[in-house]
Nanobody
Framework: QVHLVESGGGSVQAGGSLRLSCAASGYTFSRNCMGWFRQAPGKEREGVAV????????YYRDSVKGRFTISQDNAHNTVYLQMNSLKPEDTAMYYCAANGPSEDYGLGIPGFADFPYRGQGTQVTVSS
């Protein structure tokens, strides 16, 4: 049984940093896509960043480019999201997602429905 457990969320002031982690158990990274999505109250879920394996290509939503970095550690089945220069609009529940599309067609971030494995989420709150 696959489990994804997110950690690293919290409350920070604008301009601060957080590093989210997603540890996968019962699942081995292979040829697929893993990523982070977020959902703020009253808003639709949106893709934040994804990374493809192998190859390591990455995609980010425009609003986080230059501030967020996605990475993964295959040896420890963990994917990370380093978030710098956080803004109040980054406040949301952040979800890890795994086993997305196996091929990168250069179309950016796949939809959340394309990831059969999802974590329970970790809250990120950024105050102004």
């Amino acid at each position: 049984q696959v489990h994804l457990v997110e950690s690293g969320g919290g409350s920070v002031q604008a301009g601060g940093s957080l590093r989210l982690s997603c540890a996968a158990s019962g699942y081995t990274f292979s040829r697929n896509c893993m990523g982070w999505f977020r959902q703020a109250p009253g808003k639709e879920r949106e893709g934040v960043a994804v990374i493809y394996s192998p190859g390591g290509s990455k995609y980010y939503r425009d609003s986080v480019k230059g501030r967020f970095t996605i990475s993964q550690d295959n040896a420890h089945n963990t994917v990370y999201l380093q978030m710098n220069s956080l803004k109040p609009e980054d406040t949301a529940m952040y979800y890890c997602a795994a086993n997305g599309p196996s091929e990168d067609y250069g179309l950016g971030i796949p939809g959340f429905a394309d990831f059969p494995y999802r974590g329970q989420g970790t809250q990120v709150t950024v105050s102004s």
